[in-house]
């Protein structure tokens, strides 16, 4: 596997951290029903499997698993979650069962392991049981349920002075208190450290006595957690397109965010320049995106994917350009922003700020962002255009808003895993959600235990992408053969991407 010189990787790191942010946070149901199984991690029992609810997508099989609503209270009241798996698919050679943790927050795993089983190699798919879950509060799992109407009423995170601010913080406490009542008492327990617990339950009942994980975007805070909990339970962990949970201000987190997502469009208008069958060759790529967004915020630029209607200036950046940024699709950017600047204009009209998705609570839950006041939210604004000039209102501040007032049951804190074995940190060093700072910071965290393994490609998630970086990964996970500290992989072209699965913008 080619090895890189270290000094080029410590120059990456020193530009800043960066952080994941789910961004469409897909609920999944539709889950086949079976009967409940209560498991804990001091007391293991079998699964009750039954093929899932997909006739188009047959092999998959589903159960349910009974945990405590309040793991601080084992005998209170209980939560169902949905469970699925595709079992080995050669069992003679098959190592025991692999639990996926999903991103987001709201990804569902069991969808990923129903739909898009592909995202994982052949060669875990031979050996092992690939499982996963829905998280409390998501899909099958009890799910976040809040008024559609009120959701629709978000106020603009775009807030231009204190009643702004103060109008935000009254719809939070409206909305907490609307979702909670129609979700139950769960909606209080939806923190990652509640999950790890889960996590562990679903390992008993699985009948494994260490656990052999791969995490990825945020279901690396839920296995970096596991580790630190159950550091002797850990058989084998992957952590792709890491997030580092002991990021401690809500600046330094902002400003994390804004500076790998630049980076991309960095990256994005590099490689444009340099590339003959880019759509903007030639141009002035910056320029052209600029009045995009200046259209945008007039109302006058018509979205591709609902025409006659206009497209904001936050969903240009986060769902237009981001988007393409998580699978490194540059050439389809490219060929979407000429497509929009060579459209007519719309009429100038108001634009509508799309309602976050209810699994915004579990993000809520895990990070403790306070703004004082429309002051200190003005000067984040300022500081995260400044990072990002090419970025306005990234998703980030989306959240920061939607999180003012919000209690944080699991705040963000310094791993201490001691005594687990080696985990792979796996992480691009372009990457527009997860910079490599952060997998740098949370190997170092893990101290003996943390393995960098870096790709030094484009794009949100890694672990598939190309036969350097497969490879290192499956004999890890199968074989536990642990790489040299300092091995990277080199990029491959996009084509050659089994692709992240992960939560997209």
Same mark, same amino acid.
């Given at each position: 596997?080619?090895?890189?010189?270290?000094?080029?990787?410590?120059?990456?790191?020193?530009?800043?951290?960066?952080?994941?942010?789910?961004a469409?946070?897909?609920?999944?149901?539709?889950?086949?029903a079976?009967? +409940?199984?209560?498991?804990?991690?001091?007391?293991?029992?079998?699964?009750?499997?039954?093929?899932?609810?997909?006739?188009?997508?047959?092999?998959?099989?589903?159960?349910?698993?009974?945990?405590?609503?309040?793991?601080?209270?084992?005998?209170?009241?209980?939560?169902?979650?949905?469970?699925?798996?595709?079992?080995?698919?050669?069992?003679?050679?098959?190592?025991?069962?692999?639990?996926?943790g999903?991103?987001?927050?709201?990804?569902?795993?069991?969808?990923?392991?129903?739909?898009?089983?592909?995202?994982?190699?052949p060669?875990?798919?031979?050996?092992?049981?690939?499982?996963?879950?829905?998280?409390?509060?998501?899909?099958?799992?009890?799910?976040?349920?809040?008024?559609?109407?009120?959701?629709?009423?978000?106020?603009?995170?775009?807030?231009?002075?204190?009643?702004?601010?103060d109008?935000?913080?009254?719809?939070?406490?409206?909305?907490?208190?609307?979702?909670?009542a129609?979700?139950?008492?769960?909606?209080?327990?939806?923190?990652t450290?509640?999950?790890?617990?889960?996590?562990?339950?679903?390992?008993?009942?699985?009948?494994?006595?260490?656990?052999?994980?791969?995490?990825?975007?945020y279901?690396?805070?839920?296995?970096?957690?596991?580790?630190?909990?159950?550091?002797?339970?850990?058989?084998?962990?992957?952590?792709?397109?890491?997030?580092?949970?002991?990021?401690?201000?809500?600046?330094?987190?902002?400003?994390?965010?804004?500076?790998?997502?630049?980076?991309?469009?960095?990256?994005?208008?590099?490689?444009?320049?340099?590339?003959?069958?880019?759509?903007?060759?030639?141009?002035?790529?910056?320029?052209?995106?600029?009045?995009?967004?200046?259209?945008?915020?007039?109302?006058?630029?018509?979205?591709?994917?609902?025409?006659?209607?206009?497209?904001?200036?936050?969903?240009?950046?986060?769902?237009?350009?981001?988007?393409?940024f998580?699978?490194?699709?540059? +050439?389809?950017?490219?060929?979407?922003?000429?497509?929009?600047?060579?459209?007519?204009?719309?009429?100038?009209?108001?634009?509508?700020?799309?309602?976050?998705?209810?699994?915004?609570?579990?993000?809520?839950?895990?990070?403790?962002?306070?703004?004082?006041?429309?002051?200190?939210?003005?000067?984040?604004?300022?500081?995260?255009?400044?990072?990002?000039?090419?970025?306005?209102?990234?998703?980030?501040?989306?959240? +920061?808003?939607?999180?003012?007032?919000?209690?944080?049951?699991?705040?963000?804190?310094?791993?201490?895993?001691?005594?687990?074995?080696?985990?792979l940190?796996?992480n691009?060093?372009?990457?527009?959600?997860?910079?490599?700072?952060? +997998?740098?910071?949370?190997?170092?965290?893990?101290?003996?235990?943390?393995?960098?393994?870096?790709?030094?490609?484009?794009?949100?998630?890694?672990?598939?992408?190309?036969p350097?970086?497969?490879?290192?990964?499956?004999?890890?996970?199968?074989?536990?053969?642990?790489?040299?500290?300092?091995?990277?992989?080199?990029a491959?072209?996009?084509?050659?991407?089994?692709?992240?699965?992960?939560?997209?913008?």
């Open positions: 596997m080619p090895l890189r010189g270290r000094s080029a990787l410590r120059r990456i790191a020193a530009r800043g951290t960066a952080t994941a942010v789910g469409a946070m897909a609920v999944i149901t539709g889950l086949a079976a009967p +409940a199984v209560h498991a804990s991690p001091s007391a293991t029992g079998a699964l009750r499997w039954a093929p899932c609810d997909d006739p188009e997508k047959p092999g998959a099989e589903c159960a349910i698993l009974s945990v405590p609503v309040d793991w601080a209270h084992p005998d209170g009241p209980r939560l169902d979650l949905a469970v699925a798996r595709r079992k080995a698919t050669d069992p003679n050679a098959r190592v025991g069962s692999m639990v996926f999903p991103g987001g927050p709201g990804d569902s795993g069991v969808g990923m392991v129903v739909d898009r089983i592909s995202r994982f190699s060669e875990v798919r031979r050996r092992f049981d690939i499982v996963s879950f829905d998280p409390r509060g998501v899909g099958g799992s009890n799910p976040v349920t809040c008024s559609g109407d009120l959701l629709a009423e978000r106020p603009s995170p775009e807030l231009r002075s204190q009643a702004d601010f109008a935000t913080q009254e719809y939070n406490r409206r909305l907490r208190a609307d979702c909670r129609r979700t139950g008492p769960v909606f209080d327990h939806l923190d450290a509640q999950t790890v617990r889960d996590l562990d339950a679903l390992r008993a009942a699985l009948g494994e006595r260490k656990l052999t994980f791969h995490g990825s975007s279901g690396t805070l839920l296995g970096a957690q596991y580790a630190e909990t159950y550091p002797r339970r850990v058989r084998a962990m992957v952590l792709e397109s890491v997030m580092d949970h002991s990021v401690p201000t809500t600046r330094d987190f902002l400003k994390a965010e804004a500076a790998t997502a630049e980076d991309s469009f960095h990256e994005f208008v590099k490689w444009c320049d340099g590339a003959a069958d880019c759509a903007l060759h030639g141009r002035d790529v910056r320029a052209v995106w600029q009045g995009l967004l200046a259209r945008a915020g007039r109302g006058e630029l018509e979205d591709p994917a609902k025409p006659g209607t206009s497209l904001s200036s936050s969903d240009l950046v986060n769902k237009m350009a981001f988007r393409k998580y699978e490194a699709d540059y +050439a389809g950017l490219a060929t979407a922003i000429a497509g929009m600047d060579a459209s007519q204009p719309l009429p100038a009209s108001p634009t509508s700020v799309a309602p976050l998705p209810p699994a915004t609570p579990v993000f809520c839950s895990d990070w403790h962002l306070p703004v004082r006041d429309y002051q200190e939210y003005a000067s984040l604004v300022a500081m995260m255009n400044m990072t990002a000039p090419d970025l306005p209102y990234l998703l980030p501040i989306h959240m +920061a808003a939607a999180c003012l007032g919000a209690p944080t049951g699991n705040p963000q804190h310094r791993l201490d895993s001691h005594g687990a074995p080696p985990i940190v796996s691009a060093l372009h990457d527009p959600a997860t910079g490599y700072p952060w +997998a740098v910071s949370v190997a170092r965290q893990l101290g003996r235990s943390g393995v960098l393994l870096t790709y030094e490609g484009h794009g949100h998630g890694s672990v598939t992408s190309g350097c970086m497969e490879g290192v990964v499956d004999s890890y996970l199968t074989d536990l053969a642990v790489p040299p500290r300092g091995t990277s992989c080199p491959v072209p996009p084509s050659f991407r089994r692709g992240p699965g992960l939560a997209r913008g």
